[in-house]
């Protein structure tokens, strides 16, 4: 079996692949404060709830967009699975072409999501990630990295307007049936989700003007991707395991290689 780790701002996400399949996921929180041991004790828990023995991973990949917390995810791989991971990172095949100035500067998140999307999907296509940060990936049908944009989080968004205001309440986010609010939830839930959707139309009108395409598949992924696809005319679909797919994609990649 594979265990694939993508470490994100927020959470951090497991994936279990047995032949291929997703067998089993799981969420924590992303902490600096916690250590190699208590991610590994929670993780086996985990596994252990879904009736996976430890000894039965023989594989892992990570993908991470916290520095600072790799040397404790590999140590808790090498220390409960007696495993050394494989980091997503210079040296890794993939395939795929980035066009960046400095490719070193792209994020693995992306580089796995822009994988994962043109293998499953084809391109060109864009990858809309609705994480912490709204990451828009721009892939060829070239299976090049044309580009990424980079906007703030919706959660991030609301944070950020409550924690900045006396008055205004952390809501739960949903879109409310009309945009006009008449109480002030529901006035904060029409500017962040009609607003988002809003950024969401105007950056892929440009895409498509920049690229000279009348259409262009689009692919929603991350927490908030469900809610702002069904606001957005141009997402083609929602993939919530796009991430942990392109582990998996790029793991059987280098494997291969090998």
Do not use: W
């Amino acid at each position: 079996m594979l265990l694939a780790i993508d470490v994100g701002n927020t959470n951090i996400k497991y994936g279990i692949f047995k032949d291929d399949k997703l067998v089993a996921s799981f969420r924590v929180s992303s902490r600096l404060s916690r250590t190699a041991d208590e991610y590994g004790s929670v993780l086996v828990n985990l596994l252990s709830t879904s009736g996976i023995n430890k000894c039965d991973i023989d594989g892992v990949i990570i993908s991470s967009v916290i520095p600072s917390l790799n040397y404790t995810i590999c140590h808790m791989c090498e220390y409960f699975f007696n495993i050394t991971p494989l980091m997503i990172g210079p040296g890794v095949k993939t395939g795929l072409n980035l066009k960046a100035d400095n490719p070193k500067e792209v994020g693995a998140d992306i580089i796995v999501n822009s994988v994962s999307a043109f293998n499953k999907y084809g391109g060109p296509i864009v990858v809309i990630d609705f994480g912490t940060a709204t990451t828009f990936d721009v892939i060829s049908e070239k299976f090049e990295l044309l580009g990424v944009i980079i906007a703030p989080g919706i959660k991030t968004s609301l944070e950020g307007l409550v924690s900045n205001t006396a008055q205004l309440p952390m809501i739960e986010l949903d879109a409310p049936k009309t945009a006009i609010g008449k109480n002030t939830k529901h006035c904060m839930q029409s500017g962040i989700i009609f607003g988002f959707a809003g950024l969401v139309d105007n950056i892929l009108y440009k895409i498509k003007k920049e690229l000279k395409l009348d259409t262009i598949k689009v692919i929603a992924t991350g927490g908030m991707g469900e809610i702002i696809a069904k606001e957005v005319k141009g997402i083609s679909a929602v993939d919530r395991t796009l991430t942990l797919d392109g582990l998996n994609m790029i793991y059987k990649l280098n494997n291969s290689a090998k």
